[in-house]
């Protein structure tokens, strides 16, 4: 199993997520930047967090365009996995292949805390190492998290078992519709999550509730 | 050729800057504010002197960069 992170300007958790793919995989991901000719053969690409041209015009907008991601958009309909976390997920989004629209927190506030998630479905290969219904901790670190889609797309993503992660009840931290924290587009081969499992994988984070993600995309026990 | 694309929220998005702007305003003693929307607006400079064109073209990139039309809408002015 290879992974690969690419990283655009002014992404800031490139390095959380390398760490995380290297010791739970144990074999470090390629680092692709954004102008590098091609992505690498691998079975998963990660868009990382942060803040992409310093969040320009929307979060992820500019990053979106970029034709790297005509390269993650090929990928992803051949089939390779494809995770985006924080402004990864707003990446995703912004170039189409996760639906819907990421705004800013009904708070106004930029929010860094930890929540509870419900791992809502699990018959996919990002959240099959959990078990539904699931509540793990996970910390969240977002200024634009609050999630919105027309209700034809939320009747979908319900419908369909998209929705992979959702705010526990009493922890929504930024007004997500449905509680929606993190969806799958319908081949169910892209993940787009706003919390950061990357930073819950061993015990020096005080807990490891992240690492079974990984764990299954990566084919590793967690 | 000169345009001013406008983009707003569509109506029932849930605009939280705007709510807070108009809580300072109301706080400030603006009486009598009903809502408040915020939106974005862009000024270009563009080559050539067809409108119809530069509408094609400003539509496109309104639709492609400018404007997310999930939860916005844009409109264009263009002047000579």
């Known amino acids: 199993m ?3 992170v690419i990283v655009f300007p002014g992404l800031n958790r490139d390095r959380d997520m390398i760490a995380a793919l290297t010791k739970i995989g144990g074999v470090a991901p390629a680092v692709v930047w954004h102008q590098d000719a091609d992505i690498p053969d691998v079975d998963l690409i990660v868009i990382p967090g942060g803040f992409s041209y310093g969040d320009y015009l929307r979060c992820g907008a ?4 970029s034709p790297m991601m005509d390269k993650v958009r090929e990928r992803a309909a051949k089939g390779t996995k494809v995770l985006g976390v924080c ?10 292949l996760l639906p819907g629209a990421l705004m800013r927190n009904t708070s106004l506030k930029f929010v860094c ?9 699990t018959d996919n290969a990002f959240t099959s190492g959990y078990a539904k219904g699931q509540i793990i901790r996970c910390p969240v670190a977002h200024h634009d998290g609050n999630y919105f889609a027309d209700a034809e797309t939320l009747a979908a993503l319900e419908g369909d078992g998209r929705v992979a992660f959702r705010y526990a009840a ?13 969806i799958l587009n319908a081949e169910k081969n892209v993940l787009g999550l706003m919390p950061h499992p990357e930073n819950l994988i061993e015990t020096a984070h005080g807990g490891i509730d992240g690492r079974a993600l990984f764990a299954a995309l990566l084919d590793k026990a967690a | 050729m000169k345009a001013r694309v406008t983009v707003t929220l569509k109506a029932g ?3 939280p800057q705007g709510q807070a702007i108009e809580g300072s305003l109301a706080s400030l003693g603006f009486g009598g504010v009903k809502g408040v929307r915020q939106g974005k607006v862009f000024d270009l400079i563009l080559d050539g002197t067809d409108v119809e064109a530069a509408r094609t073209q400003l539509t496109g990139m309104c639709e492609k960069l400018l404007a997310n039309t999930v939860i916005e809408n844009y409109q264009i002015e263009i002047s000579n």
């Open chain 1, 62 to 65: 500019i990053a979106a365009r």
């Open chain 1, 170 to 182: 009493g922890t929504n931290p930024n007004g997500s519709i449905n509680n929606i924290a993190g």
């Open chain 1, 87 to 96: 402004n990864g997920f707003q990446i995703l989004i912004e170039a189409g």
């Open chain 2, 13 to 15: 998005v849930l605009d």
């Open chain 1, 2 to 4: 290879k992974a690969a």
């Open chain 1, 113 to 121: 805390r930890e929540v509870k998630l419900e791992v809502t479905n």
